[in-house]
Structures are given as structure tokens and as C-alpha cells.
């Protein structure tokens, strides 16, 4: 048993180092960027499962895309008047902040001059003319002025090697007019003396903004973008390092100036957060801004979803460009349709309206005058539409005609929505018998939207609608009020586009947006350390090493595929969607494959040599359906030995030694063979294992290699057996001239070692003990009594329910002080004995009881009657020569019935 425990922990152990050394392999792999790419693959993964997350309502981009391309030209002929324009207008529609994820490097090459300014001046020379041509950075140095909310992007060339030597002597020397521009943006970096000792991304250039610009910002950030080894982007520069100075990346530097926290303020804690202390956000509320940054001064960026998702609002430069008029229109008839509804008298006499507009705290002009004419004549054909009222073409002024148009149209699509409210606009157009798309566009998202938002309300009507609808969505100037925006390009072609989690040409412009929603949201994603995954990893090693080897393939493959998809979905819900923690996947999941798959390889070598050896121990002594057994249960076999209740059999051919002399050896050999044939068959017929053969002698052990509960039972069977098939064998043997074999066995059932013996370069399977020697004792205690098969009490115990058997004696064997009964095994029980040998058996048991009392006259006569029953019954013989042998000579008066044998 100790050699087996050996041999199955020295299998452990091997087990488990092949799963530590896996995992210590996937370990360094991780290293490599082979390794890195599927991680990052698997993490991007990760979002589109998750999908999109709420983004906050407050942020928003203005895109330069291929509609503002077309309308306003190529974009290297663009002028910066048209970003003022655009600035003016954010103004009018009050968006609290704009960064540009553009550059404003270089001074502009043209002069403008404007109408109103010729009109204004008080012109009597040349000069007087020169002075009121303005450059366009004039013009947008104004805007930015006027507007007070503008954060500017900037550039810079990063270290070709981040060595602080290197980049300190390759540093390129700054301009005089970057020297100046960097003196006015003192609130926009910090110094950091110890620049040397960090990990923090280094950079030997700078392309600022132009500095008349850079004065009247709130703020200037770092515009680039960093790429994985995959040309992805995952990751935000949240800060750089340059000229011993550290900056901000344009998402940080808006999110200072939203809170009204000066950069130079923030505490930067490399490889741990960039802190932004004692802000506040624009209700009021305290801001206390804690960001997790890697040691190189990058966020993981929590990318909301799509570029184009509808939780993410964006629109185009020229739909600023163009909307504005009308979004103030629809603001102004908003207020005027409230009025009316609440003072129907203000739709006759605007004078009254006036009064009642006073108070929405809009500016009155033109505008608001004719709003106010279109919204009252809307209302009154509403009001006649909804009376029945139905008009001629004639009958109405042209501009007139179509207001009545709209409202009927508009009437008609709230009425199809309320009932269908799921169809869609090319759907609702087919039911209004419409071909042309866009004459129910504007009617259709604006209706949805009011539909969407509770329904329409009374201070909706009339439904004329001035509000703007671009790509589906039905804009007001709520949807820029205090908004955070964004503007940079996004068309197709430009530079500025790459491949992130959800899209691979995602523009680069959402990437501000995302990392300033990561911040404003406290949406931070973190990742785990090495030395954390490098744990995880090794963990799921041991696992493989302890588990896989206790199941089978198929139920190993199953409970490792359980494992792996266990372990996918807590990296997926629990850490990155719940915890929004990066844990490494790929690396934990080739632990898994590759040391399931070597530890399979490693068992299926490591059975396949145990089979052999099974195969080559037992085949000599079992059939071979015992060997197929042991081969699938091999731990039913303790090769190195153990202690067992097992039954040993001893077969000895009766006076093997005269009839040997009468053969030739062939002759002999050839007897010899038939007889073991035979009797081989019917031990391996009970599963018994043939422990050996010496000449004429069998040995024979049942309950092992493969334990059954009723091997005792099985050894008496192959002994009534084997008696059968001598019958058969003696009258064969007769009729060929042979000698005729009797064949004595004795059988003993008790504890006794079983396993591996002998020499390390030659074992047997074998059982030695006491109890094997008492076996062997019996098979030759028969010659005493004239009988065939005999066994102890401690087999009889286990069998005598099935087999008919009689007590023989108490037998004190040479060597063995404590005496042991022992019975002769007749016949199976359910096959009875003949009725002369039962009467014998009868006779000669009330004789036992007569002989064990001393009462020898009586025991005479029970046994001569015995005799007569059956005149071949031995037993009875020999008591009946015991019991005159005692009559004559009695044993002393101690004498307790035990037969003490001399021999053998």
C-alpha cells in the first residue's frame, strides 16, 4: 500500500507541476505582444457585449464632416471665421463649453474686412480703410473672447526614446514665440522637477496654439491619440511630460475648466490617479475629481458605445451653421403657443402678446413678430380644420394654402402614430399615399418625439412646427443649452479616425468625448497588475494539475469547458460590467486549454503504460474480462501490497508421485496439461486469479485482483466444480488407459497481504500470510479423512447459506496453537444431496456429536450405519476407528475434541 501511495503522489505531483509549469509559461508569454494582441482583442470584446452606456446628456460634438465639407469647401481652405461663426452661435444657444480637437498653430494668411464696420467707420484716408481690416485669428481671438468657454488643442512630437538623458539633450529648442506663448500657460501645466524619475510618456516639442489665442482660452490640452500594438485605441494620454513640465490632455483641461479647478492645482500621482481638488460643478455641487492613471499617465477610456449611437448627441458644422435661426424660432414659438393657450385674447390683440412675451425674458424683435403672425394664423386654421372646416386653394392666400396643408398632414400622421406608433417614416408615407419621403419627414420625428416624450400636449397646438430635424432627431435649443461640446473633424478620408472597441474607423473626435463622459460619469475602467493576472494564472494551473486527473477525458473536457465558461462570464459581469475591472482573459483561458490538453496527454501516456503493465501482471492469472476491468478501474489495484479478507485455494493431485512413475514424461506432460487446462477454465470461469502452479498443484486466490463480496462462495463453486469435471476427466482417462487423478483442495478465507513481491526485476502478484498457510494446510489435512474439499469455519461462515457441507474437526495444524474447525464441502444447496449420502451425512453428525461426548459405543453404531448408507463415505471410517481406538484407549479427561496434526 505504501508503494501505491508512493507511485499515485509521485503521478500528483507530476500532475501538478505540468499545471504550474503551464501556467509559469503563459505567465512570461504574457510578456509578449503576440500575447497582448488576443488580450486586447478579447477586451474589445468585452464592450460590444456589455454594449453601449449611458452617456451624459450634457456632452456633445460638432462634426466636421462630408456635408460641411461640401458646403463649405476643401478643408485646408477653411478660414477661421468660420469657427467663429460657429462660436457665435453656441453662444446664442448658450453651450456652456467648446474644445477644439483641432490645431491653431500657424497665423492666418488672409485679411477680412466687414460691412457693418465700413458702415460704422468715419473713412478720410488710406489708412483709415487699413485699420479696419481684421485678420481672421482677430476675428476668432474675439469669438473666443466673447464666448469665455473655449478650450484649445495642441500638438506635440513625442521622444523617439524615452530615456530622461536622451530626451533632455534632444529636446528641440524652443522659439521665441513658443517661449512667450508657454509664459501666458502657467495655469495650464504644472512644473515637475522630478520629470526624470517618472514613467510618465516624455516629449521633446511642442506646437502650441497661436498665443493671441491661447490668452483668451479657458484652457489648452493635449489633442494626440495613442495606439495599442494592434493600432487601436483604448487608452487616453490624461497627462504628458515635456520641458520638465507637466500637461494636460484636452478632455482634462475641459473637465478643470468645468469644475473651476486650475491645472496647475491637480496632484499627479504616477501609476495611481490624477486628483482635481475642491471644484465645483456648474449646479453648485462640490467636485472632488480622483482619476486612475497607469504609470505611463493613461486612462482606460469607458467608450460609451458607437460613434453613431443615439445616446450620444452630435451633429454637423453646417447644421449649426444653419439651424440656429430656426432653433430660436421654435424657442420663440414654444413661449408663443403657451401664451395663447393661456390667454386666448393674445391672439387678436398683439399688443396684449407683447406684454404677456415681456416676460419669457427673450429678446423682442422682427422675429418675434412674425412668429408670432404665423403661430395665431396657424391657430386659426387648426381651429377650423378641427370644426370641419375644408378650404380651396383659391379660397387662401398661396403661403396660407400650405400652413393649412401642414396642419392637415400633421393631423393626419398623429393620428396614424397614435394608433401604429411602431411604423416607420417610409411605412407612414405609403399610408398617407405619399411618394416623396421628404414632404413628411420633419412631421413624422417631430410628432415621434412628442409622442415619445407623453404625447401631444395643449400648449403643442396648432401642430405647425418650427422645430429642425437632422438625421431623425428633432433638435431645440435645449439640446445645446449648457452643453460641453467638442469640434473636430469626423468625415471620411481625413486623418483623424481609428479603430477602437466598436467601430474600426471611429473618429477620433469621440474620443475626447468618451474620456471627458469617463471622467464626468466617475465611469473609470481599471486594470489589474501584472502580478495580479500572473496570480490568477497560476491558480488556474494548480486547478488544472488537481482536477483534470481525477475525472475522465469526456468528463474532464466538460468540467474544464464549465470552468472556462464560469470564469468568461465573472470577467465579463462581475469585474468589467459590475466592478469595471479589466482582468486578463486570454491568458487564464490558455492556462485552461493548454494544461487540460497536456495533462490529458500526460494521463493517456501515464495509463497507457499502466494498461501494459496490468496486461503483463494479471493476463497470466485472470481472464481476460478481469484484466479489462482492472485496466478501467486501475485503482482497484494496490500494486505495492495491502491487507485484504481474501480466499486462497490449494489443489494437490491425490498420489501425484506414483502415477508420475508409471508415465513416460511426455506422456506425463501431456496428462498434466489437460488436467490444469481444465481445471484453469473453471477458476477463471468464478473470476479467480491463478497465483501459480507447482507441478500438479494449483493455487488460486478469489476477491483479488477485483474485489466481490462473495469470493468464498466462488472458491467453493470452482472446488464442486472441479470434482464434476474429474468425473468427467476419470472416465475419458479410462477409456484412453490413463492413470485416473483425485484431486484434493483446501480452501481457507482470511486476512492475508496481497500485491507486488519478489525481486525489483522479477514480481509477482501473490498472497502470503497465515491464513494463505492454513489454506495450504487443508488441501493436505484431506488425506486424514479420506474427502476432497475441505475449508475452515471462517469460509463456512461466509457460505453455508448456499452449500451443503458437514463439520469435520477441530484441527490444531503444525505450527498454530488455537485450533480451527474445518467442514468437507458435498454439493450446492440448491441442488440437495442424493438421499443415501444424506442419510449418511445424518448419521455420521449424530455419530460426531456421540464421539465429541465421550459416548463411543454409541458413536460405533451411528457411524457403521453411516457406512451402511454410503459404505464410500471416508469420514465416517476414520471416526469409526477413532472412537474403537478410544474405547479401548481413552484420552485423558481434559480432552477437549481438538485432532492435533502432526504433519503437512
Not at 510578456?31 to 454594449?51: A, H, N, P, T
Not at 506414483?658 to 506422456?667: D, F, G, N
Request: with cysteine; proline share 4%.
Amino acid at each position: 500500500m505504501a508503494e501505491k501511495e508512493k507511485i499515485s503522489k509521485k503521478k500528483t505531483a507530476v500532475q501538478v507541476s505540468i499545471g504550474i509549469l503551464v501556467s509559469i509559461i503563459v505567465i512570461l508569454f504574457s510578456l509578449s505582444s503576440i500575447y497582448q494582441f488576443f488580450e486586447l482583442k478579447l477586451y474589445d470584446f468585452r464592450f460590444i457585449v456589455r454594449g453601449p452606456i449611458h452617456m451624459n446628456k450634457n456632452i456633445g460634438t460638432i462634426d466636421i464632416d462630408a456635408a460641411s465639407l461640401k458646403e463649405e469647401g476643401r478643408y485646408q481652405d477653411w478660414t477661421r471665421d468660420k469657427y467663429a461663426k460657429i462660436l457665435r452661435k453656441l453662444k446664442e444657444l448658450k453651450a456652456r463649453m467648446v474644445g477644439f480637437d483641432i490645431y491653431f498653430v500657424e497665423s492666418s494668411s488672409s485679411d477680412l474686412i466687414k460691412k457693418e464696420d465700413i458702415e460704422k467707420a468715419d473713412i478720410r484716408s488710406k489708412e483709415d480703410v487699413l485699420v479696419l481690416f481684421k485678420g481672421y485669428d482677430e476675428v476668432f481671438r474675439d469669438a473666443i473672447l466673447d464666448y469665455g468657454g473655449v478650450v484649445l488643442g495642441q500638438n506635440f512630437m513625442v521622444a523617439d526614446k524615452q530615456d530622461p538623458e536622451w530626451v533632455k539633450y534632444n529636446t528641440v529648442e524652443k522659439t521665441p514665440e513658443k517661449e512667450n506663448t508657454l509664459k501666458i500657460m502657467k495655469d495650464f501645466y504644472i512644473d515637475y522637477p522630478d520629470w526624470e524619475k517618472t514613467s510618465i510618456e516624455k516629449y521633446m516639442d511642442i506646437e502650441p496654439p497661436r498665443r493671441m489665442l491661447v490668452e483668451v482660452s479657458k484652457g489648452v490640452g493635449y489633442a494626440q491619440t495613442i495606439s495599442d500594438i494592434d493600432g487601436s485605441v483604448r487608452r487616453y494620454p490624461l497627462v504628458i511630460i515635456y520641458d520638465g513640465k507637466i500637461f494636460p490632455a484636452l478632455s482634462l483641461a475641459m473637465i478643470c475648466e468645468y469644475i473651476g479647478v486650475k491645472f496647475r492645482d491637480a496632484t499627479i500621482i504616477p501609476g495611481k490617479k490624477v486628483i482635481l481638488p475642491d471644484g465645483k460643478f456648474p449646479d453648485g455641487s462640490p467636485a472632488h475629481i480622483e482619476i486612475p492613471i497607469d504609470k505611463y499617465g493613461r486612462m482606460l477610456v469607458n467608450w460609451a458605445g458607437d460613434y453613431w449611437e443615439k445616446n450620444f448627441f452630435h451633429i454637423s458644422h453646417i447644421a449649426v451653421n444653419n439651424l440656429s435661426n430656426l432653433l430660436l424660432e421654435e424657442k420663440i414659438a414654444r413661449e408663443v403657443k403657451k401664451i395663447f393657450l393661456k390667454n386666448p385674447s393674445t391672439i387678436e390683440d398683439e399688443n396684449l402678446f407683447i406684454e404677456e412675451f415681456k416676460k419669457t425674458g427673450i429678446e423682442i424683435n422682427e422675429l418675434v413678430s412674425e412668429v408670432y403672425a404665423l403661430v395665431a394664423g396657424s391657430k386659426m386654421l387648426e381651429d377650423e380644420i378641427i370644426n370641419g372646416t375644408e378650404f380651396s386653394k383659391e379660397e387662401l392666400p398661396p403661403a396660407a394654402w400650405d400652413v393649412y396643408n401642414e396642419i392637415r398632414l400633421n393631423h393626419k400622421i398623429l393620428d396614424i402614430l397614435q394608433k401604429n406608433p411602431d411604423l416607420s417614416l417610409e411605412e407612414t408615407a405609403q399610408k398617407l399615399g405619399i411618394k416623396r419621403i421628404s414632404d413628411v419627414r420633419r412631421s413624422y420625428f417631430v410628432i415621434k418625439d412628442f409622442l415619445s416624450k407623453g404625447g401631444i400636449k395643449p400648449e403643442d397646438h396648432p401642430l405647425y412646427f418650427f422645430s429642425p430635424e437632422v438625421d431623425g432627431r428633432v433638435l431645440s435649443t435645449d439640446d445645446f443649452k449648457d452643453k460641453v461640446f467638442f469640434y473636430g473633424l469626423t468625415a471620411p478620408g481625413t486623418w483623424d479616425l481609428n479603430p477602437m472597441p466598436y467601430n474600426h474607423r471611429y473618429p477620433m473626435l469621440g474620443l475626447h468625448a468618451n474620456a471627458f463622459n469617463t471622467i464626468l460619469m466617475n465611469n473609470y475602467l481599471r486594470k489589474w497588475s501584472f502580478w495580479q493576472n500572473a496570480l490568477v494564472i497560476l491558480l488556474f494551473g494548480l486547478l488544472m494539475g488537481v482536477v483534470v486527473p481525477r475525472f475522465k477525458p469526456i468528463t474532464g473536457a466538460i468540467i474544464i469547458i464549465g470552468i472556462l465558461i464560469l470564469y468568461l462570464l465573472i470577467a465579463q459581469f462581475l469585474f468589467f460590467e459590475k466592478e469595471r475591472t479589466w482582468i486578463d482573459v486570454f491568458g487564464p483561458v490558455l492556462t485552461i486549454i493548454i494544461g487540460y490538453t497536456t495533462i490529458t496527454v500526460y494521463n493517456f501516456f501515464s495509463e497507457e503504460k499502466e494498461k501494459k503493465m496490468i496486461r503483463g501482471i494479471f493476463s497470466r492469472y485472470v481472464t481476460k474480462s478481469v484484466v479489462d476491468q482492472l485496466i478501467k478501474h486501475p485503482e482497484m489495484v494496490k500494486l505495492g501490497g495491502e491487507k485484504k479478507i481474501l480466499t486462497v485455494f490449494f489443489s494437490d493431485v491425490q498420489g501425484f508421485t506414483t502415477i508420475s512413475e508409471k508415465l513416460t514424461p511426455e506422456e506425463l506432460v501431456s496428462l498434466l496439461n489437460e488436467y490444469l487446462t481444465a481445471m484453469t477454465h473453471i477458476v477463471l470461469r468464478y473470476d479467480g486469479m491463478i497465483d501459480k502452479y507447482e507441478g500438479d498443484a494449483i493455487m488460486a486466490v478469489f476477491g483479488a485482483p477485483v474485489y466481490y463480496e462473495d469470493h468464498a462462495l466462488r472458491a467453493c463453486y470452482v472446488s464442486l466444480d472441479m470434482q464434476k469435471e474429474l468425473v468427467k476427466l476419470r472416465e475419458k482417462w479410462k477409456q484412453e488407459g490413463k492413470p485416473q487423478l483425485y484431486v484434493r483442495i483446501g480452501l481457507n478465507t482470511g486476512p492475508m497481504v496481497v500485491g507486488n513481491m519478489g525481486a525489483m526485476d522479477r514480481l509477482d502478484y501473490t498472497v502470503m500470510g497465515d491464513s494463505v498457510n492454513l489454506g495450504s494446510r487443508l488441501e493436505g489435512a484431506n488425506k486424514q479423512y479420506g474427502t476432497f474439499i475441505m475449508i475452515s469455519e471462517y469460509t463456512y461462515e461466509l457460505v453455508k447459506e448456499h452449500i451443503e457441507a458437514r463439520f469435520l474437526d477441530s484441527l490444531r495444524v503444525k505450527g498454530k496453537a488455537q485450533p480451527v474447525k474445518v467442514y468437507e464441502v458435498l454439493e450446492r444447496k440448491e441442488n440437495g444431496l442424493p438421499e443415501n449420502k444424506k442419510k449418511a451425512v445424518e448419521l455420521f453428525n449424530r455419530g460426531m456429536e456421540c464421539y465429541l461426548s465421550r459416548k463411543w459405543d454409541e458413536g460405533i453404531e451411528f457411524f457403521q450405519n453411516a457406512l451402511k448408507a454410503d459404505e464410500k463415505d471416508s469420514p465416517s471410517k476414520v471416526y469409526l476407528e477413532r472412537c474403537r481406538m478410544y474405547r479401548e484407549n481413552p484420552p485423558p479427561e481434559d480432552w477437549d475434541g481438538v485432532y492435533i496434526m502432526t504433519t503437512k
